[in-house]
């Protein structure tokens, strides 16, 4: 028991070493999930009322993941992302307002990669692999019949590029809300946040995500609350004080969800595993964070042209870079009718 004990000691110190060489150089938030080559990403946001869709295209394939954390999910085609199903790579992924409805998103992508000769080979055709999540938007806004559409999928695959992706109150994030802990009426504006690590020998590992949780978006350097339940008048960002007030949300009407990518070559089972470890990036900088109002999920995406990593720098990178993406999708967020901003909004007081 000694021996091992300390051989597992060794090991994690090892990890360790690893994972603060990773941390202290080439922090590439402003590229966002694009500093990883082979995807590009596209939104389209509607004009009719706040909501829209994000297209990450990985036209080339990649190995993919879920994992699926919220108690009130709205996704599609999840279940062949198992390692034990027998597709092994993807070929989009879409995030997607106006709940279940907005899961038809999905089409227009397969349409416009069956249009580029783009998926699994099938000899009669190829099939895009193309799955999707959906958040609830469908309160923010008059008109809650206007949802994403196949339509909408297709136009943000066909603006998709390598630039830094959009950030804030556009695509799956135009509609998306925080902080509903005390109900819809003293929330405040979510919204897509990019960011991406960068290791000295070339591991990229990058985070996208639509923020639309029922809890507070904090800082996790700090604690503070950024954005979130307000004060009864609401001037400012109330004070987190945990489930205190009771819960004021309803339930399925939230959800986060997201995409993480690397360059590293994961097989299915490794990309599972960092997605389980990337929701920990949620719970850094959400709270509470996978209740039964939300259905949140993150899919993983490794391209594969890096192969010398580790599973701990890899998973451990993956959380903080999407507790960086959730803080900056609060900080880009623009304000909607009934739902203000962070840059509108008074802090919480000290």
Do not use: W
């Not at 990518?261 to 089972?269: D, R």
């Amino acid at each position: 028991m000694v021996v091992n004990a300390r051989t597992e000691a060794l090991v994690f110190a090892a990890g360790a070493l690893v994972l603060m060489a990773a941390m202290t150089v080439g922090q590439d938030h402003a590229q966002g999930l694009t500093a990883v080559d082979g995807v590009r990403v596209g939104h389209h946001t509607l004009s009719e009322r706040p909501t829209g869709c994000t297209v990450i295209l990985v036209e080339a394939g990649a190995v993919a993941a879920v994992d699926v954390r919220g108690a009130a999910p709205a996704t599609k085609e999840t279940d062949l992302l198992d390692p034990v199903r027998t597709v092994q790579q993807v070929h989009a992924i879409v995030l997607s307002g106006g709940s279940a409805f907005g899961l038809d998103t999905a089409s227009g992508v397969m349409r416009y990669l069956e249009e580029r000769d783009v998926g699994f080979d099938v000899g009669v055709a190829k099939v895009p692999i193309v799955p999707a999540a959906a958040l609830f938007d469908l309160r923010v806004g008059d008109k809650p019949k206007v949802r994403p559409g196949p339509d909408c999928g297709y136009a943000a695959a066909s603006v998709a590029t390598t630039d830094p992706p959009a950030e804030g109150s556009v695509g799956a994030g135009a509609g998306a809300t925080v902080g509903k802990l005390a109900g819809g009426a003293r929330a405040m504006k979510g919204g897509i946040g990019s960011a991406a690590l960068r290791r000295p020998d070339g591991l990229v590992v990058a985070a996208l995500v639509a923020t639309n949780g029922v809890g507070n978006v904090v800082d996790p350097a700090t604690g503070r609350v950024l954005a979130g339940v307000r004060t009864p008048d609401g001037a400012r960002v109330a004070a987190y004080e945990g489930l205190s007030g009771g819960f004021g949300a309803r339930e399925g009407e939230n959800t986060t969800i997201g995409v993480v990518a690397t360059n590293a070559a994961l097989t299915k089972t490794q990309a599972k595993r960092v997605a389980e470890v990337a929701h920990d990036g949620l719970a850094r900088s959400i709270r509470p964070v996978h209740t039964p109002g939300d259905g949140d999920a993150l899919f993983v995406v490794a391209t594969g042209s890096h192969d010398a990593f580790d599973m701990l720098s890899v998973g451990e990178l993956a959380a903080e870079a999407m507790a960086l993406a959730v803080v900056r999708s609060v900080r880009a967020a623009e304000s909607v009718a009934g739902y203000p901003a962070l840059r509108d909004v008074a802090p919480a007081e000290e």
